[in-house]
């Protein structure tokens, strides 16, 4: 059932970022959206014409130092399930072909569907325990950064990058995109839910 979630959340997510997202020349945040930004800078200078995306390939070799990272430190099945999600998301985000034109001509639409269905699809994958490697990682280390500040702090490179390399609005329309991934995957991973102990101790 774990390994099902896996499977899902990740197809789910890279196929809501090729049919919603980039269609729409939006980036997604985190690694991903660095390998997007990298696809989009590197395609022009290629000596060939990918006949598919390459930002699943470039995303799968910017991962392959954390799959060391996880398999060093952490678990075995967490390395499998975190292995499981990235070639899946590869694989959905080099075959699922990208539309020529966009599927929803509205920008803010495409950024919440497609956000509603990035995260409804990383909440699964997080739900089985996969994918988040910093996160587990830095749970188990002394560090003095949370993941939270170490994600805001990607992401402020990513989107950045964005407004450089292209336009204000595109790194506009992305936050709003990531804004709204983030507060549904948060919905669907109960494990980030708090909860509150009441311990009653009798002498």
Same mark, same amino acid.
């Given at each position: ?8 959340? +990740? ?63 952490? +678990? ?13 998301? !590869? ?54 950064? !949370? ?40 919905? !669907? ?15």
């Amino acid at each position: 059932k774990q390994y099902l979630y896996v499977v899902l959340g +990740s197809a789910l997510f890279a196929a809501s970022v090729n049919l919603l997202i980039v269609p729409v020349s939006l980036y997604s945040a985190g690694i991903v959206g660095i390998a997007q930004i990298l696809r989009t800078v590197l395609t022009p200078v290629l000596p060939f014409t990918a006949q598919f995306d390459i930002a699943g390939i470039i995303n799968m070799m910017l991962n392959i130092p954390l799959f060391l990272l996880a398999y060093r430190s952490i +678990s075995k099945g967490f390395f499998f399930k975190t292995i499981l999600s990235i070639v899946v998301q !590869t694989l959905v985000m080099s075959f699922v072909m990208i539309p020529r034109e966009p599927i929803l001509d509205d920008v803010l639409a495409s950024c919440v569907i497609g956000g509603i269905l990035s995260g409804f699809g990383v909440g699964l994958t997080l739900r089985s325990s996969g994918t988040d490697i910093i996160g587990f990682y830095l749970s188990k280390r002394s560090f003095p950064i !949370t993941v939270g500040q170490l994600s805001i702090l990607i992401n402020i490179f990513v989107f950045g990058i964005c407004a450089l390399l292209f336009n204000v609005e595109t790194a506009i329309y992305s936050i709003i995109y990531m804004v709204v991934m983030y507060s549904v995957c948060d919905r !669907t991973h109960y494990q980030n839910i708090n909860m509150t102990a009441m311990i009653f101790t009798k002498n």
